[in-house]
């Protein structure tokens, strides 16, 4: 298990390395210069050429790469061009939002969606199934900013229960905090409920047809500690994984609901680099995403591992 660990890890690590020379090669080809970018588009020449001698910008490529990937192993991550600012405590605040903003939805979309496959796998074949396998099946099917819209058009202009936008901090108050938090939270979990959901019927009933559980049953056992007791733990090992996956998923996808809400996290950081062509923020906030994604594919490995003894990483089991 260890053994398998330390391969993982070096695994992102080198999963990261390229995508880091990906991400700076592409931005470096973009039709966009810095040093305008700072200065103006009606710099004089000469000055524009001075700070992209002091920046660097005249170097060969590999070695703004280098320095570029040092500066991030040690916590620089540079400036932003647009607003002048160090790009590490900016990438924070939006990551802390975003967390936030994921945090509240994953913990809905673990329950609900766990809650839903069970009642689903129960009622196998009965109408409350079809009814949760519909329901479910509407939230994958129909883009995120249309579930988006018709919250705000619900929630905010009809009900006028909360804002249609905007964010505000725990400081403000708890409710109001929460205000602004819930309604891209529920476009968010209506669009992720189906994969946990439908995940978690299908373990469910493949579990609850075992012998083991048919011994259980036959025992006189009551059904309900033969599903929370026998038939729960191995059926939520492939949710497990799913769940793990959906929170790399929530955290690097959330530009569409971040943008149509008006809410300052991690995906509206990125929209808002590639709106305003501010290279360096761009850079490391793609890199934290990615970097999200591969210790989410580790965790999720590594919880799979821990829930289910019978895995034994990088042995031959015969």
């Given at each position: 298990?260890?053994?398998?660990?330390?391969?993982?890890?070096?695994?992102?690590?080198?999963?990261?390395?390229?995508?880091?020379?990906?991400?700076?090669?592409?931005?470096?080809?973009?039709?966009?210069?810095?040093?305008?970018?700072?200065?103006?588009?009606?710099?004089?020449?000469?000055?524009?050429?001075?700070?992209?001698?002091?920046?660097?910008?005249?170097?060969?490529?590999?070695?703004?790469?280098?320095?570029?990937?040092?500066?991030?192993?040690?916590?620089?991550?540079?400036?932003?061009?647009?607003?002048?600012?160090?790009?590490?405590?900016?990438?924070?605040?939006?990551?802390?939002?975003?967390?936030?903003?994921?945090?509240?939805?994953?913990?809905?979309?673990?329950?609900?969606?766990?809650?839903?496959?069970?009642?689903?796998?129960?009622?196998?074949?009965?109408?409350?199934?079809?009814?949760?396998?519909?329901?479910?099946?509407?939230?994958?099917?129909?883009?995120?900013?249309?579930?988006?819209?018709?919250?705000?058009?619900?929630?905010?202009?009809?009900?006028?229960?909360?804002?249609?936008?905007?964010?505000?901090s725990p400081s403000a108050g708890l409710?109001?905090?929460?205000?602004?938090?819930?309604?891209?939270?529920?476009?968010?979990?209506?669009?992720?409920?189906?994969?946990?959901?439908?995940?978690?019927?299908?373990?469910?009933?493949?579990?609850?047809q075992s012998p083991y559980v048919t011994?259980?049953?036959?025992?006189?056992?009551?059904?309900?500690?033969?599903?929370?007791?026998?038939?729960?733990?191995?059926?939520?090992?492939?949710?497990?994984?799913?769940?793990?996956?959906?929170?790399?998923?929530?955290?690097?996808?959330?530009?569409?609901?971040?943008?149509?809400?008006?809410?300052?996290?991690?995906?509206?950081?990125?929209?808002?680099?590639?709106?305003?062509?501010?290279?360096?923020?761009?850079?490391?906030?793609?890199?934290?995403?990615?970097?999200?994604?591969?210790?989410?594919?580790?965790?999720?490995?590594?919880?799979?591992?821990?829930?289910?003894?019978?895995?034994?990483?990088?042995?031959?089991?015969?």
């Amino acid at each position: 298990m260890t053994a398998y660990v330390v391969r993982r890890l070096l695994f992102v690590v080198l999963v990261l390395v390229a995508v880091s020379m990906l991400v700076f090669g592409i931005t470096a080809l973009l039709p966009a210069n810095v040093a305008y970018l700072i200065l103006g588009p009606f710099a004089p020449p000469e000055q524009v050429r001075a700070l992209e001698l002091k920046l660097g910008l005249t170097d060969p490529i590999w070695q703004q790469y280098l320095r570029w990937a040092s500066g991030f192993l040690t916590g620089d991550l540079g400036e932003s061009t647009l607003m002048n600012r160090p790009i590490g405590p900016l990438l924070a605040e939006a990551i802390g939002r975003s967390l936030m903003l994921t945090g509240a939805s994953f913990v809905l979309i673990a329950v609900i969606g766990v809650g839903l496959g069970i009642v689903a796998a129960l009622r196998h074949g009965r109408p409350l199934d079809h009814g949760v396998s519909v329901g479910t099946y509407l939230g994958i099917a129909v883009p995120e900013f249309f579930w988006a819209i018709v919250v705000i058009m619900v929630f905010a202009a009809w009900l006028g229960w909360l804002p249609a936008s905007g964010y505000e901090s725990p400081s403000a108050g708890l409710w109001i905090w929460a205000q602004h938090l819930i309604a891209p939270t529920i476009t968010l979990v209506f669009g992720h409920l189906a994969h946990v959901s439908r995940l978690t019927r299908s373990s469910m009933i493949e579990v609850l047809q075992s012998p083991y559980v048919t011994a259980a049953r036959a025992k006189g056992l009551p059904e309900r500690v033969i599903v929370l007791h026998h038939a729960l733990r191995n059926a939520l090992l492939p949710t497990i994984t799913v769940l793990a996956l959906d929170f790399g998923r929530l955290m690097g996808g959330i530009v569409v609901v971040e943008t149509i809400f008006a809410y300052p996290g991690l995906g509206r950081l990125i929209v808002f680099s590639i709106q305003n062509r501010d290279l360096p923020t761009l850079q490391a906030s793609i890199l934290v995403v990615a970097a999200i994604y591969a210790l989410a594919n580790l965790m999720a490995d590594l919880l799979y591992a821990r829930f289910n003894p019978k895995i034994r990483f990088g042995r031959n089991v015969g």
